[in-house]
Structures are given as structure tokens and as C-alpha cells.
């Protein structure tokens, strides 16, 4: 059993930076692929970025591309997602994942699940 904790969200201005961690506790994350989903009001959650069990491949959502960057710790057992020139779209509750070993961006390719940390933009 792997249990997931997010953490660094809050709220930052347009145009600003944060960067969310999400730490594995129970077994190591070094065999999973990870990835961030994000979930607004009244709408559905998306996927944001993945990256493999190995670090060697990344993919992103068309919204994230050249903003937020996927990236595994040298502890093996965080992953972070860096997130610069924020935009009040960016606004939602993000979530970690991991399952599987490449990357993913369909939630039905992961099989363990953070409870989520808010990140708001304000304009």
C-alpha cells in the first residue's frame, strides 16, 4: 500500500510561482510513474503532468507545457511539480498519483491517490 501526501499549494498572484511536493510513505515510489491531476469547481479532474518510474520520460498537458515541470526527487520517494507564470485558470485542488511505470494521462492508469492540496490564483 503506497499513501500519497501533497503539500506546498496556497495562494499566490498571477503570474507567480509555487512548487508542490508530494511525499510516499508505506513503499517506495521508485517503481511507479507519477502524475499530477487537478480538479476545479464543478468540473471534472485533468490531468496536468507525468512523469516515468524512471525519470527518463516526461508528458504534459497542452496547458502546462513551457509553465510547470514534473520532477522526481533524488530521494526516490517525493515527486514535485514546479509551477511558474500561474494564471487564475491554474486555480484548483491538485492531486498526485502513481501507478504503472510509464507516463499516463488517463487517472484509470493509477492506482494509489494523494488527498489533494488547493492551489488558488488570484488576479
Known amino acids: 500500500q503506497v499513501q500519497l501526501v501533497e503539500s506546498g499549494g496556497g495562494l499566490v498572484q498571477v503570474g507567480g510561482s509555487l512548487r508542490l511536493s508530494c511525499a510516499a510513505s508505506?513503499?517506495?515510489?521508485?517503481?511507479?510513474?507519477m502524475g499530477w491531476f487537478r480538479q476545479a469547481p464543478g468540473k471534472e479532474r485533468e490531468f496536468v503532468a507525468s512523469?516515468?518510474?524512471?525519470?527518463?520520460?516526461?508528458y504534459y498537458a497542452d496547458s502546462a507545457k513551457g509553465r510547470f515541470t514534473i520532477s522526481r526527487g533524488n530521494a526516490k520517494n517525493t515527486v514535485y511539480l514546479q509551477m511558474n507564470r500561474l494564471k487564475p485558470e491554474d486555480t484548483a485542488v491538485y492531486y498526485c498519483?502513481?501507478?504503472?511505470?510509464?507516463?499516463?494521462?488517463?487517472?484509470?492508469?493509477?492506482?494509489?491517490w494523494g488527498q489533494g492540496t488547493q492551489v488558488t490564483v488570484s488576479s
Open positions: 512523469v516515468s518510474w524512471n525519470g527518463g520520460s516526461t
Open positions: 498519483a502513481a501507478g504503472g511505470r510509464l507516463v499516463a494521462a488517463s487517472p484509470a492508469s493509477y492506482e494509489y
Open positions: 508505506g513503499r517506495t515510489l521508485s517503481s511507479y510513474a
